[in-house]
C-alpha cells in the first residue's frame, strides 16, 4: 500500500477566525474543517509516463496528513521557521503538498522552473541561502535527483536534499517515505499573511532579480483571477500552466484554495490526455495559457467538453492580447490574465458580443471589473517614461526599487509607490484604453522563460569565433531562441557541459544536416 491509498482522516486543528490576513495553509484549513473527505488533488492523467510515479487522488483530509508528514520532516531535519527552500517539481500533487507542508512550518519556498539547470539552480541556490531543496526522481528521462545534488554540491547554503520518486542517489531523503512514517512533529506557527512566503525570480533590464512576497500578496494575485472570472466556489478546476512562478501558483495553487475545491493537475499538455481527463473530472474550469486557450477554442473543443463553462488564459506576452483571436464560444467565458514577469498581474474577463478583448483603462482596477463596490485589486497606470506601472496589495515595489543615482542634492528623492513593467505603453484618446505595444527592451521571452539579449551575446561570445546565438520573434511563445556555429553538435556539448538551460542547448540544432539554424 502507498501512502496515497490511505483513506484515514486527520484531526483538523482549529482554525482562528480572528486573523484578518490568512496564509495558504489557512485557506486550506478551513476547507479541510468544512468537508475533510471532499476530493481536493488530483494528478496529471500522464504522470506516470512523465515521472515514474503513480498516479493520485487525495480527498482534503489525505493531503493534510500528507502536508503534515512532509511539514514534520522539514522540522525534525533541523530546518528553522524563516529558513528558504527551494523547490524544483513538475505540475503534480507532490507540488502542491510541498509548498502547503513548507508553509506550515514557516519556511520560505523558491520555485525552480524545470528548465533550469546546474548553471541557474546553482546561482539562485546561493543568492538565496537555501538550506534545502526538494525535487523528484526523474522527468521526461532526464534525472532531476542528480541536478539536485550536483546543484546542491556547488551551493554553500544547502544542507539537505529532499526527493519524491524511486531510486533516489545516496544522501537524498526520500519525501514518499516521510509521509508513510507520518510523524506528528510540529511546532507552534502564528499564521500571519505578512510573513514571507515566496521568492521567484524575474529578469528585467537591469538583469537577474529575486522577488519576495508575503502570503497576502499571493492571495492578492489569486482574487484578481477568481473574482474577475466569477470562479464558483467548490469549483473543479484544471490547470494547464506551469506553477514555478508569481502567476503559476496564484493561478493552480491560489485559486484553488479560494474556491475550496478541486484542483486537477494536467502537466505537461497532451490534447489526447487532456479530453479525457477534463470530462472525467466534469471540470467547470480550465486555466492555461492563453493562445493555447485560444487555439482550443477555434477547433471546437469547447464543444467536447460539456461541463466546462469558465476559461482563465493567461498571457506572458502582454502586448498580444488587443490583436488576438476573438472568443468563439457563447457557453464558456474567457478571461484575459495579463503577466508581467514576477511584478504583477491584472485580469479582463471578455464581455463583447464579439469575443474580443475588454479595453483596459488607467486608474485603479476592481476585481470583478466595473461591478458596483467591487474589491480594488490594483491600480494601472502610464508611467512619465511612457511604459506601464502596476501598484497594489500583489505588487512588490520594494523588489524592483530602481538603483539610486548619485545625489546631488541632499534631500533624497521620494520613494517610487510603483513598479515600471517596462512595457512600452500609450493612451488611446479616442477610446480612453492603455495600449501595450512592446514588451521590455532588451528582454526576451522564450517558451515563458526570460533571457536578457546581452546574455545571449555573451554566451555567442564564449562559444568562439562565427557562433551566434539569437532570439527570433515567435507569434506564439514571443521568441524563439536560433543558434550557429561552426560546429553546432559540439556547441550543444559545451553548453550542456556548462549546465544552461535546453532552450540554450536545442537553439544549436542541426536542421536538415545542414547546421544552420
Known amino acids: 500500500m502507498t501512502w496515497s491509498d490511505r483513506s484515514d482522516a486527520t484531526d483538523v486543528e482549529p482554525v482562528n477566525q480572528s486573523i484578518t490576513s490568512p496564509t495558504l495553509d489557512t485557506l486550506f484549513k478551513r476547507t479541510l ?183 497576502f500578496s499571493l492571495i492578492a494575485g489569486g482574487l484578481a483571477m477568481s473574482l474577475e472570472s466569477d470562479l464558483a466556489q467548490g469549483a473543479t478546476i484544471m490547470s494547464a500552466f506551469a506553477p514555478m512562478s508569481f502567476a503559476g501558483i496564484c493561478s493552480s495553487l491560489v485559486t484553488w484554495l479560494l474556491s475550496g475545491g478541486t484542483l486537477v493537475m494536467h502537466h505537461p499538455f497532451d490534447e489526447d490526455a487532456f479530453e479525457a481527463q477534463f470530462n472525467d473530472h466534469a471540470c467547470d474550469t480550465l486555466i492555461a495559457p492563453a493562445q493555447l486557450a485560444l487555439r482550443l477554442d477555434e477547433r471546437g473543443l469547447s464543444e467536447r467538453l460539456p461541463s466546462l463553462r469558465n476559461v482563465i488564459g493567461l498571457w506572458r506576452m502582454p502586448e498580444q492580447v488587443a490583436s488576438s483571436a476573438h472568443w468563439i464560444s457563447r457557453r464558456v467565458t474567457m478571461t484575459d490574465v495579463y503577466l508581467f514577469g514576477e511584478a504583477g498581474l491584472f485580469g479582463a474577463r471578455r464581455t463583447g458580443e464579439d469575443g474580443s478583448p475588454a479595453p483596459i483603462k488607467p486608474g485603479p482596477h476592481s476585481a470583478p471589473r466595473e461591478a458596483p463596490s467591487a474589491s480594488i485589486a490594483g491600480e494601472v497606470l502610464l508611467t512619465p517614461k511612457g511604459t506601464l506601472g502596476l501598484r497594489g496589495p500583489m505588487v512588490p515595489v520594494a523588489a524592483y526599487a530602481p538603483s539610486s543615482p548619485p545625489a546631488e542634492s541632499l534631500i533624497a528623492p521620494a520613494p517610487r509607490d510603483y513598479v515600471d513593467t517596462e512595457y512600452a505603453a500609450r493612451l488611446d484618446r479616442t477610446t480612453g484604453a492603455i495600449n501595450i505595444t512592446a514588451p521590455p527592451s532588451g528582454v526576451m521571452t522564450v517558451g515563458g522563460y526570460r533571457f536578457l539579449a546581452e546574455e545571449l551575446q555573451e554566451w555567442s561570445r564564449r562559444l568562439g569565433q562565427g557562433a551566434l546565438l539569437t532570439a527570433l520573434p515567435d507569434r506564439l511563445s514571443g521568441h524563439r531562441l536560433a543558434g550557429r556555429a561552426q560546429d553546432n553538435a559540439r556547441a550543444r556539448d559545451a553548453l550542456t557541459e556548462l549546465g544552461l538551460n535546453p532552450l540554450m542547448v536545442e537553439a544549436f540544432r542541426d536542421r536538415s544536416g545542414t547546421g544552420m539554424p
Not at 520532516?73 to 507540488?95: K, S, W, Y
Open 33 to 215: 474543517a468544512r468537508q475533510p473527505e471532499a476530493l481536493a488533488l488530483v494528478d496529471p492523467l500522464n504522470k506516470q509516463r512523465v515521472t515514474g510515479q503513480t498516479r493520485k487522488r487525495l480527498t482534503y483530509a489525505q493531503a493534510d496528513r500528507a502536508i503534515s508528514a512532509i511539514a514534520a520532516h522539514f522540522v525534525e531535519i533541523g530546518l528553522p521557521a524563516n529558513t528558504v527552500i527551494a523547490v524544483q517539481l513538475p505540475g503534480t500533487i507532490e507540488f502542491v503538498l510541498t509548498v502547503l507542508a513548507a508553509h506550515r512550518v514557516g519556511l520560505v519556498v523558491v520555485p525552480l522552473p524545470l528548465l533550469w539547470r546546474q548553471a541557474e539552480l546553482t546561482s539562485v541556490l546561493n543568492r538565496t541561502a537555501a538550506r534545502a531543496i526538494v525535487t523528484c526522481s526523474r522527468i521526461d528521462g532526464i534525472s532531476y535527483a542528480d541536478l539536485a545534488m550536483n546543484a546542491a554540491a556547488e551551493a554553500f547554503s544547502i544542507r539537505h536534499v529532499c526527493g519524491f520518486g524511486t531510486d533516489l542517489p545516496e544522501g537524498m531523503s526520500s519525501l514518499d517515505q516521510a509521509i508513510l512514517e507520518d510523524s506528528r512533529t510540529s511546532r507552534p506557527m502564528i499564521q500571519d499573511g505578512r510573513k514571507p512566503a515566496l521568492i521567484s525570480f524575474d529578469v528585467t533590464s537591469d538583469g537577474f532579480r529575486p522577488v519576495p512576497r508575503a502570503h
